[in-house]
């Protein structure tokens, strides 16, 4: 296992929540962009937040901008999602991926990660 999300639960609206994104190493030397996906109940994937390898260039999407912090730890090998002012909408799993890219590059698009985690649900309750 390359990738391994934690840190979802049920939370309440308004809350807050922090998803762990442990990766391997070797993944992490590599050079590679980390995302957030997650996928709400009846809805496709969607993109929430990447950072670039350098950890300069960081993405967001509109939806959370404003109230999503992504952030690493890089002698943990680990990629942070924090979320605040959560909503019902957030509700959905949240996957943590890696895809190839280049030093200050981060993407948005699902289909440029390689690797996937296995995903950790978050509902949020009204």
């Known amino acids: 296992v390359q990738l391994q999300a934690s840190g979802g639960g049920l939370v309440q609206a308004g809350g807050s929540l922090r998803l762990s994104c442990a990766a391997s190493?070797?993944?992490?030397?590599?050079?590679?962009?980390v995302g957030w996906f997650r996928q709400a109940p009846g809805k496709e994937r969607e993109f929430v937040t990447g950072i670039s390898r350098s950890g300069r260039k960081k993405a967001y999407a509109d939806s959370v901008k404003g109230r999503c912090t992504i952030s690493e730890d890089i002698a943990a090998s680990t990629v942070y999602m924090q979320m605040n002012s959560l909503a019902v909408e957030d509700t959905g799993v949240y996957y943590c991926?890696?895809?190839?890219?280049?030093?200050?590059?981060?993407?948005?698009?699902?289909?440029?990660?390689?690797?996937w985690g296995q995903g950790t649900l978050v509902t949020v309750s009204s």
């Open positions: 991926a890696a895809g190839p890219a280049s030093w200050d590059q981060v993407k948005g698009d699902a289909r440029e990660y390689t690797y």
């Open positions: 190493e070797r993944l992490f030397s590599d050079l590679v962009m």
